[in-house]
């Protein structure tokens, strides 16, 4: 009998090493699953066991700069061309060529440039909550409501002040964005928990921090993508979701209003829908 339990290992991709959470069949179809802010790998928790039951190989990294994977320091070492290096990196050390891609929030950053920049190595790639990066700062420009719902990446580029702020009281202000942003009961105390140590360790809240510094670097993306995607209604307001279907030539696209996996009321969900899309068509 094929175990579906969760299997945990460092994985050493390329200059990095990498905690990685595996489950399902090792021969199964590879879909990598990529986390948000400040998410690391528990935010897929409720999709990881559905996908490893229908017979994919599940792999969950926990991004650089996030929970016990490495921190490298400086701004620079987390520019998206070192974050997308990272992925594939990763498939490379487990002896993957194609596979599935999923990013939720920063994580569907990331795999916009990986749709853009490597298709080759991907089956499918589904996005979640996640605008196309170029759409994105075009609208953050032109939209003072966007731009005032955004203003916290602004926030994040001070150095030392958000440390202090979001570290505070063990991180008390994380703990409640994660619970307001999400639908009531979602996290179960012992799940705080879990976040909070991940966020209490050494270097790790500058780390995360440094993917919105990195932005002042990021390169250009304006390749054409085909991608099922979401976008939700909490952070980036929905009138760009034309501008984003404009980008990248979609078979279909589903909205959902929310910004967490977890805030979803049938988590579910978001898994019949992704299946859907990596599932091969006849």
Known sequence: ??????EHQFVNAGSIRLHVVQAGPALGKPVMLLHGFPDFWIGWRRQIGTLASAGYRVIVPDQRGYNTSDKPEGIREYTLPKLLGDVFALADALG???FHLAGHDWGGIVAWAAGAKLPHR???LVILNAPHPEVLFTHVLRSPTQFLRSS??????????????LGARRSALLARALRTSSREGAFEEEEIAE??????RPGALTSMLNWYRALRFRPSLKERITFFGWEGGAV???GTVDTCARLADRKRRR?????RLASLP????VISLAMQSIQPSF
Do not use: C, H
């Open 195 to 200: 976040y909070r140590q991940a966020w209490e």
């Open 255 to 259: 909205a959902l209003t929310s910004w």
């Open 236 to 238: 980036l307001r929905l």
């Open 122 to 124: 991907l089956d499918k």
């Open 266 to 269: 049938k988590p579910q969900i």
């Open 96 to 98: 993957i060529g194609r």
């Open 1 to 6: 009998m094929i175990s579906l339990a969760p």
């Open 152 to 165: 916290y990446a602004v926030f994040f580029q001070s150095p030392l002040l958000p440390e202090a702020v």
